[in-house]
C-alpha cells in the first residue's frame, strides 16, 4: 500500500518488517531464530499442558477404580462410616513428624481431622483374597462399641490399599502412671528378684503390652539374657537404636543401666506423648530437648509431674554409675501413684 507523501510516494513495510519498501529493502524485525524459538516454546507449553491433563485424567479413573475395588458404593450407603479423600489426609500422613507407630503392617500416624484428633492407620498391602470382603469387615468394626476397643470413625478408599481413621485414645495421667509403675516393677523383677539376673536389652513402649485394664506386659524378650559377669561383653549390639543406651552402642557392655536408660526414654514418651527419634551416638532429639528444657528451667516450670521429670533426668544421665537402680525407680513411681490416686479419690469425694 502505498502513501502519498510530500515530494512522492512512501512505501511502508508489511508488519513484522522495516526498513526501504520503496526499493524493496524490508527485513524481517524478528530474526528467523527467535520465531522458531517461540515457536518450540509455545509447542513445548502446549504439549506440557496435554500431559498434565492426560496424568489428571488418569489419577481421576485410578481413583475410581480404588473406590470402587474397595467398596465404596457398598460403604457409602452406610451412615456411621465417614469416607473421606485422600487430599484430606494428605497433611498428615506426608509428613513423617506425624507418625506415632510403625511396624511391618504399615504406619500409623497422628493428626487432626474435622476437629478431632484421629489415628490414621497406612496399611503397606492387603491380603488379596480378603479384598472383597473389606467393605463387610469395615461395616462390621463401624457397629462394634465398646470401651475398650477403639472407635472406627472412617475410611480413605480412594488408595490401592484402603487407609482406617480411627479415634485417637488418650492415656489420663493416672493410667500414665499405672503403666509406668507397672512396667518399673517388672523390670525391677527381671534385675533383682530372680535367681540369675536378666537384661531386657530392648526396652521401648511397643514392648510393653497392655491388658483389657492397662495394666502393662513387658514383652518381646528376643535378645534378653541371662547374665554372667564374664559375659557382659558383646560385639553384636542388638535392639532398637532409638531407644538404646549410648554407653552401650559404644562400648557394647549391656549391663542393668542399660535398660534403665531404656526405660528413661520410655517414661519420656509417656510424659510427654512424643515419640523418641534417631540420632545415634548420643542422646535422641527427644531426650536432649527435653535434657535442654530441664537444665534451663531447673525443672521446676517443665511439667506438672516434677518427681518424674527429675527420675527421667536420673536415668538418661550418660555417668552409667549414676543412674539408678530399676527398684529404686519402681519405688518412686509406686510412691507417685498412689499419691496422685490419693489427690484425685480426695476430689471426687470432694466434688461429690
Known amino acids: 500500500m502505498q502513501e502519498q507523501d510530500i515530494g512522492g510516494y512512501d512505501c511502508p513495510c508489511k508488519f513484522g518488517t522495516k526498513g526501504d519498501g520503496k526499493n524493496e529493502a524490508c527485513t524481517t524485525v524478528f530474526p528467523l531464530v527467535a520465531v522458531a524459538t517461540l515457536g518450540v516454546i509455545g509447542t513445548t507449553f502446549i504439549v506440557i499442558i496435554v500431559v498434565l491433563f492426560m496424568l489428571l485424567s488418569h489419577q481421576k479413573r485410578k481413583t475410581k477404580e480404588f473406590f470402587v475395588k474397595n467398596g465404596g458404593p457398598i460403604l457409602e450407603k ?13 497433611p498428615i500422613i506426608q509428613h513423617m513428624s506425624n507418625v506415632i507407630g510403625k511396624g511391618g503392617f504399615g504406619e500409623v500416624y497422628k493428626g487432626i481431622l474435622d476437629n478431632q484428633v484421629v489415628a490414621i492407620k497406612k496399611s503397606i498391602n492387603v491380603d488379596k483374597t480378603q479384598e472383597k470382603q473389606f ?6 468394626q463401624s457397629r462394634v462399641i465398646h ?42 523383677y527381671m534385675h533383682s528378684k530372680t535367681s540369675t539376673t536378666i537384661l531386657h536389652g530392648d526396652i521401648k513402649p511397643s514392648n510393653i503390652l497392655l491388658d483389657d485394664n492397662f495394666n502393662p506386659k513387658i514383652s518381646d524378650f528376643g535378645i534378653s539374657r541371662l547374665i ?13 537404636m532409638c531407644y538404646m543406651d549410648p554407653i552401650y552402642l559404644q562400648s557394647g557392655l549391656l549391663t542393668k543401666q542399660s535398660d534403665v536408660y531404656s526405660f528413661g526414654l520410655t517414661l519420656l514418651e509417656l510424659l510427654t506423648r512424643q515419640k523418641q527419634k534417631d540420632d545415634f551416638g548420643g542422646h535422641g532429639r527427644l531426650a536432649k530437648a527435653f535434657l535442654d528444657a530441664y537444665t534451663e528451667k531447673g525443672g521446676i516450670e517443665l511439667f ?25 525407680v519402681a519405688e518412686i513411681l509406686e510412691t507417685m501413684r498412689r499419691s496422685h490416686k ?11
Open 78 to 90: 452406610v451412615n456411621n462410616i465417614k469416607l473421606f479423600k485422600k487430599e484430606e489426609l494428605k
Open 135 to 140: 467393605a463387610n469387615e469395615i461395616i462390621i
Open 147 to 188: 470401651k475398650n476397643i477403639t472407635r472406627l470413625i472412617g475410611c480413605c478408599l480412594e488408595v490401592d490399599v484402603p487407609m482406617l481413621v480411627y479415634e485417637f485414645v488418650s492415656l489420663s495421667l493416672e493410667k500414665r502412671l499405672n503403666i509406668a509403675a507397672g512396667a518399673a516393677e517388672g523390670l525391677a
Open 228 to 240: 554372667a559377669i564374664e559375659k557382659t561383653h558383646t560385639n553384636f549390639v542388638v535392639g532398637d
Open 304 to 328: 506438672e509431674i516434677h518427681k518424674l521429670a527429675r527420675l527421667i533426668v536420673e536415668c538418661l544421665k550418660l555417668e552409667v554409675e549414676r543412674r539408678p537402680e530399676m527398684t529404686n
Open 342 to 352: 490419693d489427690k484425685s479419690d480426695a476430689c471426687a469425694s470432694t466434688n461429690t
